[in-house]
């Protein structure tokens, strides 16, 4: 069983809807939860992390986190092209190791 | 502030030979990770230093990957006898804190094509 699982995508949204992106992790112990945008041939980087149980907004991005159901997500508000590109999850377990899902990529068509 | 650096940039490289990479993190970052990154998946940590000692290889392929963090500043990766399957993008990544809690701030990466 992978530490982090997503769903690979791709995911098309318009221009102006939510995009909604969806990890589960399967450490019970994980803490800390990340999320990362890489676009095409670059490295990644990051969007946003989450520790808590529930909603932490900033800007167009909310990451949402449900320890009890291990599952965590990032909600993009009124998307763009330029968010098109491959979101990656990432946790970190109990014993402190950084797990990255498969990422999930994203298209927003004008 | 600068961000981490790496080079080459892109390697082309017959199977069987040796090659290596450079990561210059960012200044005061103690905490310096080696990743691999195959096409269409997530980057897998290969090894984890805090200043110069090893915290994680668990994930090194030991009998053909080499890493070193001399002076706890740069590191180098070595692969020695690459294999068609080392093919991926190596990324560096440093961060100011102690553990995989503390974001990560990635270099470019060296894209790798072993033939």
């Known amino acids: 069983q992978k530490e982090v699982e997503q769903n690979s995508g791709p995911l098309s949204v318009p221009e102006g809807a939510i995009a909604s992106l969806n990890c589960t992790y399967s450490?019970?112990?994980?803490?800390?939860f990340f999320w990362y945008r890489q676009y095409s041939g670059k490295s990644p980087e990051l969007i946003m992390f989450i520790y808590s149980n529930g909603d932490k907004e900033d800007g167009r991005f909310t990451a949402q986190l449900n320890k009890a159901s291990q599952y965590v997500s990032l909600l993009i508000r009124d998307s763009q092209p330029s968010d098109s590109a491959t979101y990656l999850c990432?946790?970190?377990?109990?014993?402190?190791?950084?797990?990255f899902g498969t990422g999930t990529r994203l298209t927003v068509i004008p | 502030e600068a961000g981490v650096a790496q080079s080459p940039r892109y390697k082309i490289i017959e199977k069987r030979q040796s090659v290596a990479f450079w990561c210059n993190p960012i200044s005061g970052h103690a905490t310096l990770y080696w990743y691999q990154q195959i096409l269409g998946q997530g980057p897998k940590l290969l090894i984890q230093f805090q200043n110069n000692g090893v915290v994680d290889d668990s994930q090194l392929p030991k009998d053909r990957f080499s890493a070193e963090r001399l002076k706890g500043v740069d590191s180098t990766l070595k692969i020695q006898p690459a294999k068609l399957e080392d093919s991926a993008v190596y990324l560096c990544?440093?961060?100011?804190?102690?553990?995989?809690?503390?974001?990560?701030?990635f270099g470019n990466g060296t894209r790798l094509t072993v033939t």
């Open positions: 990544a440093s961060s100011s804190g102690a553990g995989g809690s503390t974001p990560l701030h």
């Open positions: 990432a946790s970190v377990t109990g014993a402190n190791n950084l797990f």
């Open positions: 450490d019970r112990g994980s803490q800390s």
